[in-house]
């Protein structure tokens, strides 16, 4: 069993010790550096890791980070492999077909955004850490989520559709009136930033697609 002192070091030495995973599978695993960071762009309290494309590193290789929130050394070899299909891929495909093929025949499974390893590849990822030995990093733990604030009124003229959001500290005096009807509006049901239309996040569980991007932004 070895002793790595560094993180970088760990992660470096578990992409050696994947390689024979990927070979297997038909597959070379391009120059990459591996770091412990936070993603960009994605939330941190969901996103396990991220792989950025050859174009976007200054070394021309793909940039992978794993988030500090693991140091299971299991889980964090499972989420390495993820990244490692999206760095086989350059992150061309997202997590598309082609994504998917190479995740499945390394031994990846689930949705792609989750894709996870199998019982048989886990196994594998279990021996794997034991040769590494332990992850050198204790995980940052998050604290709970403040309860949102952004709970908030609407008021829409029957009329016209015209709308206005009521602050909370005016929203007792009752909806206003409708600067072109006249009339006074109706309130609408309350809602919170989460169940808003234009409500976005990177977190893993989310399956919308990015707009289009002439240059191509980093995978989780």
Not at 17 to 39: D, N, T, W
Not at 176 to 188: H, L, S, T, Y
């Amino acid at each position: 069993m070895k002793q790595h002192s560094v993180r970088e070091a760990w992660l470096e030495d578990a992409v050696k010790h994947l390689e024979p995973v990927f070979s297997k599978a038909g597959y070379a695993i391009p120059p990459v550096r591996v770091s412990c960071g936070f993603p960009a762009s994605s939330s941190p309290r969901t996103t396990l890791g991220q792989c950025w494309p050859r174009e976007r590193s200054g070394g021309g290789v793909n940039e992978i980070f794993i988030s500090p929130k693991i140091d299971d050394p299991v889980q964090l070899l499972d989420t390495l492999v993820h990244e490692l299909c999206h760095a086989v891929d350059d992150c061309f495909s997202g997590h598309g077909e082609d994504f998917k093929g190479i995740a499945q025949t390394v031994g990846l499974e689930g949705p792609a955004r989750m894709a996870h390893a199998t019982e048989e590849l886990t196994v594998k990822l279990m021996m794997i850490s034991q040769e590494l030995g332990p992850y050198p990093h204790q995980a940052i733990v998050f604290p709970p989520p403040r309860p949102s604030n952004a709970s908030r009124s609407k008021a829409k003229c029957g009329q016209c559709g015209f709308e206005v959001t009521l602050l909370k500290k005016w929203a007792s005096y009752g909806a206003p009136i409708c600067p072109k009807d006249n009339i006074r509006m109706q309130e609408d049901i309350p809602e919170t930033i989460e169940n808003t239309t234009d409500y976005d996040s990177d977190s893993v569980g989310k399956g919308a697609k990015a707009p289009p991007d002439e240059i191509r932004r980093a995978i989780s």
